[in-house]
C-alpha cells in the first residue's frame, strides 16, 4: 500500500509539471511584456531586492501615465535564487513561454553571464541594472547592455578621488578574491592609482565569509611608514562595515575608500562610529534631503509605495533601467527586439535620476559619472561627482 | 548451481527494468521537451542529477564512505573539461597565459569528459590512499576538507581557472542524448560493481567492517574502487553540467551543491539506485514545480520553505529514504498496482 500511494505521487508530480509547463496565459495583444530576472532570494538579495523594487515602481508610474506605444508594460518578474541553474531556467523560461521582447535586472555579472547568452541567442535585448564588469557586452554579444558604469569607470574614480582629493600618495589594498566584481575592481583601481602615481604599500586579500580581518590588519600595522590611505574592494555593504570597524579599533584612522558593494544601511549599522571617514563610489546618492530634485521625487514615491526610503543606489539604478528600456522602444517605435536592440544602443543624453546615460557608438556601457559620498557624522553626504581623466581598458 | 543461475538472471533482469525505467523516463522528458525549451532544461537537469547521485551512492550508499567531497569532483570534472573543449579563439581573451600547448588545442566533448573523468579518477586513488583507511564521521569531514583545497585551489589557479571570476563561454553540447547516454553507463556501472564480488565486499565492509577483514576482504581496496569509480562519473557529470550551464564560477561547486546532492540522495535512499533515480527525479522536478508556483502568486522564497519542509516529513516518515536500501521492483510494482497483497518479501533485503 505503501508502495502504491508513492508510485501515486510519483505520476502525480510528473501530470503536474507536465500540466504546469503547457499552461498558457492567455495572450494579451495590448501588453508589452518585459522579462525581470532578479535574485530575489539567496546571497545576491541585499541588492537585487531594491532594485526589483525600484524596477517594479517605474513600471507601475509608466503605466499609470499611459504606458509605451499606447500599451501597458507587463513586468514578468523571476527570482533567480542566486544559482546559475535556475538563472538559465528563467531565461529560457521568459524567452519561450512567456515571449518577452525585452529583459531588465540583475546586479551581479555571475547572474548576467548566465541570463544574457540566453538573450543572444533569440536575439532579445538583455539590460542589466546593476552588474558593472565592462567586460559584459563583449563576453555576451550585441544584445547585452549595461545600465551602470563599468567596474573601471568606478575604480578610476575612486583612485583619482584618492590621489588628488584625499591627497593620498601611498595606500594599502585589500580585496575580496572570491568574487568577480571585487577582482577586477581591485585590478582596475591599482592600474589608475599605479599610472597616478600613487604607491602601493602592500595588497592583501581576503575571502567571501570571512568576518575576521585580525591577520590582513596586522600585515598592515606593521608597514613603516603606514599608508596614507586604504582602498577596499568589498562584496557587500555588511563586508564594507565590518572591516571598518576592526581597521578603526585596531587604531587605523587613515581615509578607507570602497565601490559600489558598499552602497547600502548596512555600512553604518555595522560599522557604527568606525565609518567615520569612509568614501565610496557609486550610482547616486539615494538621500531624500540631499539628493537632486529627480532623486527626491524618486525617494517620495518609493516611500509611498514600499513605505521605507530606498534601501541603496540600485534601486534607482532598477528604476531607471525600466525608464531607459522604455525609452528606447518608444524610440524605436516598435516592440520588435530588433528594433528595440538598435534604439537602445542609438541612446543619447538619456536623463535618468542615477545620471545621464549615452552610449558610445559601438560600446554597449555607457559613459556616466560617478558619485562619491562620504560618511559623516553617519550620514552618507556627497563628496564628489567625478568623470575620471582617464578609464583603464576593460 | 542453477539457484545461482536463477539469481543472476533476476539481477540482469532488474538491471534491464532499472535501465528501461530510466529510458522511460528520459523519454517522457524528451518528448516534454521536443516543444518547450524551459522543460528541455528541466529534464537535463533531471538527467546529470542522476548521474550525480548514483555516482555519489557508489560510495556513499553502497560503500559506507560518507563522503562530503564530490561536489569537488565534480568542479574538477567542470573546468577540465571546459578548459580542453575551449575554442582557441576564447581562450586567447578568457585564458590568455594558459601553457601554449593548451592554449592551441580544442579536444571534442567525449574525450574531454573521459579525461576530465581520469584526472578526478586519479586524484580520487591519491587522497583515497591516505583518506580511505578513516571511517564514519572522519571521512566525512576529511573530504570536506578535500572540498574547501579543490575551492581554493580553483580561486587561485587564476592561469587556469579565471579564479574566481565567472568561468564563461563555455560551448553548449550537453543535450538530452549526451545525458541519457552517461545515465546508462552510470546505472549499469554502479550496478555491475555493486553485483559482482567486489560489490558484496563492499556491502560486507560497510555493515561490518571487522568481519569483512575476517573473511579477508581488503578493506582499503574495495573501498579505494569505489571511491574511484565514483569520482570519475562525478566528475563527467560535473562536465555535463558545465557545458549545460556554459558559465560557472568555483561558488558553483561548493556547500550548496554539495547539501543538494547529499539531500537527494538520502530522500532517494543511501544504497539504492533506483532511489537515486527517483530522488533526484522528484527533487529536480519538484524545485521547478514549485518554483512555478511560487512565480505565480508572487511569494518568492516559498519554494525553498516548501522543499525544506519536505525533506523533514520525508524523513520523520521513510527514515531510510524513499526507497531504503531496496531496488524497485517495477514489474511487480505494477502488479501490485493491479492485484494488492502480492507477496514482496523478495525485495526485502
Keep these: 500500500m505503501k508502495r ?97 521582447v525585452a529583459i531588465v535586472g540583475n546586479t551581479d555579472s555571475d547572474s548576467a553571464l548566465a541570463i544574457g547568452p540566453i538573450a543572444q541567442k533569440a536575439g532579445i535585448p538583455y539590460l542589466t541594472a546593476g552588474a558593472t564588469s565592462p567586460k559584459l557586452p563583449d563576453q555576451v554579444g550585441s544584445y547585452m547592455f549595461l545600465e551602470p558604469f563599468g567596474d573601471n569607470v568606478q575604480a578610476a574614480a575612486g583612485a583619482e578621488f584618492m590621489y588628488n582629493e584625499l591627497n593620498c600618495k601611498t595606500a594599502w589594498l585589500l580585496w575580496d578574491k572570491g568574487t568577480e566584481y571585487t577582482t577586477l575592481l581591485a585590478k582596475y583601481w591599482k592600474e589608475r592609482y599605479e599610472e597616478l602615481g600613487g604607491k602601493i604599500l602592500l595588497e592583501d586579500t581576503y575571502s567571501q565569509g570571512d568576518t575576521d580581518f585580525s591577520a590582513q590588519i596586522a600585515r598592515l600595522r606593521t608597514l613603516n611608514p603606514q599608508p596614507d590611505g586604504l582602498y577596499i574592494a568589498a562584496l557587500q555593504a555588511s ?144 563628496a564628489a561627482e567625478v568623470t575620471p581623466e582617464k578609464i583603464p581598458e576593460p | 548451481m542453477s539457484n545461482i543461475n536463477q539469481k543472476s538472471l533476476k539481477n540482469f533482469i532488474s538491471l534491464l527494468e532499472l535501465l528501461g525505467i530510466s529510458s522511460i523516463l528520459m523519454l517522457a522528458l ?51 573539461s571546459s578548459i580542453l573543449t575551449l575554442t582557441v579563439a576564447t581562450k586567447s581573451t578568457n585564458l590568455p597565459s594558459l601553457p601554449i600547448w593548451l592554449a592551441h588545442t580544442q ?11 581520469s584526472l578526478a579518477a586519479l586524484i580520487a586513488l591519491l587522497i583515497g590512499f591516505p583518506l580511505m583507511r578513516l571511517s564514519g564521521n572522519y571521512v566525512a569531514v576529511a573530504t570536506l576538507g578535500f572540498l574547501v583545497i579543490i575551492h581554493i585551489v580553483l580561486i587561485n589557479w587564476e592561469q587556469f581557472t579565471r579564479g574566481a571570476r565567472t568561468f564563461s563561454g563555455v560551448i553548449q553540447y550537453t543535450t538530452l542524448w549526451w545525458v541519457y547516454i552517461w545515465i546508462l553507463i552510470t546505472i549499469y556501472v554502479v550496478w555491475r560493481i555493486v553485483h559482482s564480488h567486489y560489490g558484496r565486499a563492499l556491502l560486507a565492509v560497510r555493515d561490518d567492517p571487522i568481519a569483512a577483514q575476517t573473511m579477508g576482504v581488503s578493506i582499503l581496496r574495495s573501498r579505494l574502487l ?16 558545465a557545458h549545460f550551464l556554459t558559465s560557472f564560477s568555483p561558488a558553483t561547486f561548493y556547500f550548496t551543491a554539495t547539501f543538494n ?12 539506485i533506483s532511489g537515486s533515480v527517483l530522488g533526484a ?53 505494477l502488479k501490485l498496482g493491479s492485484t494488492k497483497g502480492t507477496n514482496n518479501n523478495s525485495e526485502r533485503r
Design chain 1, 239 to 382: 563586508d564594507g562595515g565590518t572591516i571598518a570597524k576592526q581597521l578603526r579599533d585596531a587604531g587605523v584612522i587613515q581615509p578607507i575608500v570602497g565601490g559600489d558593494g558598499w552602497d547600502g544601511p548596512e555600512l553604518v549599522g555595522v560599522g557604527g562610529k568606525a565609518a567615520e571617514n569612509v568614501y565610496f563610489t557609486t550610482h547616486a546618492l539615494a538621500n531624500a534631503e540631499r539628493g537632486t530634485p529627480k532623486m527626491k521625487a524618486f525617494i517620495e514615491a518609493y516611500k509611498k509605495e514600499y513605505g521605507a526610503e530606498p534601501e541603496s543606489a540600485f534601486a534607482a539604478l532598477g528604476y531607471d533601467a525600466i525608464y531607459l528600456m522604455a525609452d528606447a522602444i518608444k524610440r524605436a517605435g516598435s516592440t520588435d527586439s530588433e528594433a528595440i536592440r538598435k534604439a537602445l544602443s542609438e541612446t543619447e543624453g538619456f536623463q535618468g535620476i542615477t545620471g545621464t546615460i549615452t552610449y558610445p557608438p559601438g560600446k554597449r556601457v555607457p559613459q556616466k559619472s560617478v558619485t562619491i559620498i562620504g560618511i559623516k557624522n553617519g550620514q552618507y553626504t556627497l
Design chain 2, 281 to 333: 527525479t522528484l527533487v529536480t522536478l519538484l524545485t521547478e514545480l514549485l518554483r512555478n508556483f511560487e512565480q505565480s502568486i508572487r511569494l518568492y522564497g516559498l519554494s525553498q520553505i516548501i522543499l525544506a519542509a519536505a525533506l523533514v516529513l520525508i524523513i520523520i516518515f521513510y527514515p531510510k529514504g524513499l526507497i531504503g536500501y531496496r531496488e524497485i521492483n517495477w514489474l511487480q510494482l
Design chain 1, 4 to 100: 502504491l500511494n508513492l508510485f501515486f505521487v510519483v505520476s502525480l508530480v510528473l501530470v503536474i509539471t507536465l500540466l504546469a509547463g503547457c499552461a498558457k496565459k492567455p495572450a494579451e495583444a495590448n501588453v508589452i511584456k518585459i522579462g525581470g530576472t532578479y535574485n530575489l532570494t539567496g546571497a545576491m538579495a541585499s541588492l537585487d531586492v531594491p532594485a526589483s523594487k525600484g524596477s517594479k515602481l517605474a513600471v507601475k508610474e509608466i503605466n499609470a501615465a499611459g504606458g509605451v506605444l499606447g500599451k501597458n508594460i507587463d513586468y514578468i518578474l523571476y527570482d533567480g535564487k542566486t544559482d546559475s541553474a535556475t538563472n538559465g531556467s528563467i531565461a529560457t523560461q521568459l524567452v519561450n513561454s512567456d515571449k518577452v
Design chain 2, 226 to 241: 569505489a571511491f574511484v569509480v565514483s569520482a570519475f562519473l562525478s566528475a563527467v557529470g560535473g562536465g555535463l553540467m
Design chain 2, 30 to 80: 524528451a518528448v516534454l521537451g521536443l516543444k518547450n525549451p524551459y522543460l528541455m532544461r528541466v529534464a537535463i537537469l533531471v538527467g546529470i542529477n542522476i548521474i550525480l547521485v548514483v555516482a555519489l551512492n557508489l560510495s556513499n550508499g553502497f560503500t559506507g564512505i560518507f563522503s562530503l567531497g564530490h561536489v569537488g569532483f565534480m568542479a574538477i570534472g567542470a573546468y577540465t
Design chain 2, 107 to 117: 579536444f571534442g566533448f567525449l574525450p574531454a569528459l573521459l579525461i576530465a573523468g
Design chain 2, 261 to 272: 546532492y547529499i539531500i537527494i540522495l538520502i530522500i532517494g535512499g543511501l544504497g539504492s
